[in-house]
């Protein structure tokens, strides 16, 4: 039982965070990335990566949901979508919707930038009036979204050859802070499992609590660090460059706890 609420607990965040961490452009077309995760030699999860970057504007989708033994003990399936502008200095977010269905109750996060700012949020649950909570400068101010921070470290890597890159994001409750920490480059053997081969960047990511609604004791993906910490390894992620794509693609990611080691691996490009 205390297994089963663990799991309950942090297992949607895992997916939400790791699958948005696999964000990759191709230019000027649309590509879509298929993963399998594997939760203690288990297949868990397969998630499923839309992206279509064009000269001025993005648009990156992510669906995922828990599959087998998972999928009855955890009946979890999100999609997260982010439509912006590309400039040359950044990937701007113009909306941002997260799209969470949790035992077949779903609830929906809609957020809507301009000129960089988070100028509203709204929140929809089956069965609920809409929310439209006060945007507060304070913990908003200077953010941006999952995908959006991403595509940054991933356009970024082919250019300095590091895996490297820090952002503020807000989700609707919390503000934190993201780090990429290039690791060096690491050789991939394919697999069984994993499609790609070859030299890859590998780096950690760290969050860090800047403000909002943060428990007392870590929860969440916040534990889940801490877990891995203890293990000797932050959550990690292997960017490569696939031939045909503009910029490096994660490949893989691992992420330790103490309830085994959840591997996402790479298993098709289309």
């Known amino acids: 039982m205390e297994r089963q609420l663990y799991i309950q607990a942090f297992i949607p965040r895992i997916i939400i965070l790791s699958s948005l961490l696999f964000s990759a452009p191709a230019a000027a077309e649309t590509r879509e990335f298929t993963y399998e995760v594997y939760a203690g030699g288990i297949h868990a999860v397969q998630a499923k990566f839309n992206f ?55 609830e929906t996060k809609t957020f809507l930038y301009q000129n960089n700012k988070l ?22 101010d200077g953010t941006t979204d999952l995908l ?14 590091k895996c490297e890159g820090a952002s503020d994001i807000y989700d609707g409750r919390r503000r934190f802070a993201m780090y990429f920490k290039d690791k060096g480059q690491k050789t991939l053997d394919k697999s069984r499992y994993n499609i790609f081969s070859g030299p890859a960047r590998l780096c950690e990511i760290e969050i860090e609590p800047k403000g909002g609604h943060w428990h007392k004791k870590p929860r969440g993906w916040l534990l889940i660090q801490e877990q891995g910490r203890q293990k000797g390894a932050l959550p990690s992620v292997w960017m490569a460059k696939v031939e045909g794509f503009e910029y490096a693609i994660p490949v893989k990611i691992q992420v330790k706890t103490d309830y085994g080691t959840l591997l996402m691996h790479l298993t098709r490009v289309q």
């Open 52 to 106: 279509d970057v064009q000269r001025n504007t993005y648009n990156a989708a992510v669906a995922a949901k828990t599959r087998g033994w998972l999928e009855s003990l955890v009946p979890w399936s999100g999609i997260f979508q982010t439509v912006g502008a590309v400039t040359p200095d950044a990937f701007s977010p113009t909306k941002h919707e997260t799209t969470s269905i949790w035992r077949g109750k779903t």
């Open 119 to 140: 100028k509203s949020l709204t929140i929809k649950e089956d069965g609920s009036p809409t929310e439209t909570p006060d945007i507060d400068p304070v913990l908003t």
């Open 148 to 161: 959006s921070a991403t595509l940054e470290v991933m356009k970024n890597l082919i250019a300095t050859q």
